[in-house]
């Protein structure tokens, strides 16, 4: 597992989670691996308690299978569930992009100008994992803007097949065309075209099935049949 700091506040059963999920969204723990709740809760300085409580939560929305008496296992992707969660994100956030269209001031567009030269310099550098998290920040800033932040927790939630799905993409196509998508979103922000806005984030969320097959291709132990 990649190491993940417990944040200031945050609950052991919180850290817990973030930080199995976290693990499993970056491919640390790669679909199909068995894990332990005992080794988990050793290598995050836990009790048990928490872990368990953190795996059960997550074998909920079926990120991890749990198997009584042999063991708990990461989940393959499922692209049913990744089609799911894609339509709940792409349903909440194109309203919320054009909700934030609106109403983003100098210093919110100055904000993404800002993660949009950071996600090119990550690029440059091939550095996927920080390049997902700057991905991740220039849509939740869209939250922010728009005062939704709880909306964002539920779809971060949801998201976490999709997330996935969206880590083997960016390790495996051009990722130039993402951050481009990105500044046409950004564009249409900076002329306050609210319509133009929901439309691009419709499009840049829901382009699913580009390189899928390439993706089965290269990591066919990752899916589901």
């Known amino acids: 597992m990649k190491n993940i700091e417990k944040v200031p506040k945050e609950t052991h059963r919180e850290y817990a989670l973030r930080a199995i999920k976290e693990n499993i969204i970056n491919l640390s723990l790669v679909p199909g691996s068995m894990i332990s709740e005992q080794e988990i809760a050793s290598e995050l300085n836990?009790?048990?308690?928490?872990?368990?409580?953190?795996?059960?939560?997550?074998?909920?929305?079926?990120?991890?299978?749990?198997?009584?008496?042999?063991?708990?296992?990461?989940?393959?992707?499922?692209?049913?569930?990744?089609?799911?969660?894609?339509?709940?994100?792409?349903?909440?956030?194109?309203?919320?992009?054009?909700?934030?269209?609106?109403?983003?001031?100098?210093?919110?567009?100055?904000?993404?100008?800002?993660n949009i030269s950071l996600q090119e310099f990550y690029n440059s550098k091939g550095n996927a994992d920080k390049l997902l998290e700057l991905d991740n920040k220039f849509h939740e800033t869209f939250y922010k803007i728009a005062n939704k932040m709880q909306?964002?927790?539920?779809?971060?939630?949801?998201?976490?097949?999709?997330?996935?799905?969206?880590?083997?993409?960016?390790?495996t196509r051009d990722r130039t065309g993402i951050i481009e998508e990105h500044k046409e979103i950004l564009k249409a922000f900076e002329e306050k075209n609210v319509k133009k806005a929901k439309e691009l984030c419709i499009q840049h969320l829901q382009q699913l099935h580009i390189d899928e097959q390439d993706i089965r291709l290269k990591y066919p132990q990752y899916f589901k049949n």
Do not use: N, W
């Open 46 to 114: 836990l009790s048990r308690t928490p872990v368990h409580e953190a795996m059960q939560e997550l074998s909920k929305i079926k990120v991890i299978e749990v198997f009584p008496q042999k063991g708990s296992q990461v989940s393959l992707i499922d692209m049913e569930l990744v089609e799911e969660s894609v339509f709940i994100r792409s349903t909440l956030e194109s309203a919320i992009t054009q909700e934030a269209c609106k109403k983003a001031t100098e210093d919110d567009i100055r904000e993404l100008q800002e």
């Open 151 to 171: 909306c964002f927790y539920m779809v971060k939630m949801v998201s976490i097949h999709y997330d996935r799905y969206r880590k083997l993409k960016l390790v």
